[in-house]
């Protein structure tokens, strides 16, 4: 009240104690209808597909959203299921590609699918539904709620696990030896929260790299994408709110993430993060102020032939000659072994040619990789 009198010094007495009396109350109010209003949000879009559920049945149209190879798998059965014309009556694409061409495009121009650019600039009413895979793109509560079925999304992980745009890569990074593919319905203002409407596990191969799963959990999501639009309406009626235990987040990735940390990961730490960076980056490292690239990295198990090594500590390495390869000690004095290095300004070489070279001039002197 004190401040309303110095704004208002004029102000009658008990007007002032009447507006100061209701501030709390306005307070509260205001944060109530903001509540409100994102809950309403979600409302909209479950009110919608109940509404729609007795109404609609297949064939559907359907509007794609996707720009890489992980949603061309299931771009081509959805073409495959329009062609045959009893599942989907329509279809048409959106993606983000600046008019360069992706293989989404590529593939929708060879079968003369219509491309439309993020974001759409058409009337999305006329679909019944809107399928995402791989976009990359925060979907704004405008366009979701365009569509009479809402919005689908197709993830590559066991939701809640593996939040985030790169659920493969942190899967094999982590060592997972289960992941799957999540189908979920798309809402507002954050990714992949929606209620989860399909699940299938898929097993990890404990050598199996990024390029290998990534094929294997496309061919699987596109395969369960098409058992989910043969279900439609009902079971969006099913779907299930995500777990509030056992959430991870999959950011993307950067080239900071190939650089490994002797100290702080083991031999197969080092060999999972090469599993899951494959074909993207190789794993790095600083040796004598350069930066590095370790290439073929394999877990070694005791005994090494011929080796006899003392003061261990990670980012030790040495050269076995038996091997031919170099070692590498990490942390919990497990190793690596390494069959080729990558220098700055020049081509692979063997480990052999890297330890004649920069090795054996000093064979009393510890050698360390460093992070």
Not at 35 to 48: D, N
Not at 61 to 74: I, N, P
Not at 275 to 299: I, M, S
Not at 312 to 333: A, D, H, M, Q, S
């Amino acid at each position: 009240m004190n401040v309303l009198k110095q704004i208002y010094p004029k102000m009658n007495i008990n007007i002032l104690r009447l507006f100061n009396t209701n501030i709390p109350k306005l307070h509260q109010e205001l944060k109530d209808r903001t509540i409100l209003t994102r809950l309403c949000s979600r409302q909209q879009i479950s009110t919608r597909v109940k509404n729609v559920c007795t109404e609609r049945k297949a064939p559907w149209s359907v509007l794609f959203f996707g720009s890489d190879d992980f949603a061309l798998q299931s771009l081509r059965q959805l073409y495959h299921k329009y062609e045959a014309g009893k599942l989907l009556s329509r279809l048409e694409i959106v993606t983000a590609y600046g008019g360069k061409e992706n293989t989404v495009t590529k593939y929708a121009r060879q079968h003369r699918i219509p491309i439309h650019n993020w974001p759409p600039d058409i009337n999305l009413s006329e679909f019944h539904i809107g399928l995402v895979v791989s976009f990359g793109h925060l979907i704004p509560s405008r366009i979701i709620l365009s569509f009479p079925l809402g919005m689908l999304n197709v993830h590559g992980s066991l939701l809640p696990r593996w939040r985030g745009a790169a659920p493969i890569i942190y899967a094999l990074l982590n060592g997972d030896s289960e992941t799957g593919i999540s189908i979920m319905k798309v809402m507002p203002k954050k990714f992949d929260i929606g209620e989860v409407v399909a699940q299938q596990k898929l097993n990890v191969h404990p050598d199996e790299t990024m390029p290998e799963l990534r094929d294997r959990m496309s061919r699987l999501g596109a395969d369960l994408l098409i058992d989910t639009l043969k279900r439609l309406p009902d079971i969006l009626d099913h779907a299930e709110p995500q777990s509030n235990e056992g959430i991870t987040y999959a950011p993307k990735v950067t080239p900071k993430l190939s650089l490994v940390k002797w100290n702080e990961m083991t031999a197969k730490n080092v060999y999972d993060l090469q599993r899951a960076l494959c074909e993207l980056y190789p794993l790095t490292t600083t040796f004598l102020g350069a930066t590095l690239k370790l290439l073929d990295v394999q877990v070694l198990k005791d005994p090494l032939p011929g080796q006899q090594v003392s003061d261990i500590v990670p980012g030790l390495l040495t050269f076995n000659k038996e091997l031919n390869k170099l070692v590498v000690y990490c942390r919990g004095n497990t190793k690596i072994s390494v069959s080729n290095i990558g220098c700055p300004g020049r081509p692979p070489m063997s480990a052999r040619d890297f330890y004649n070279g920069f090795l054996s001039k000093n064979k009393r002197k510890p050698y360390l990789f460093s992070s």
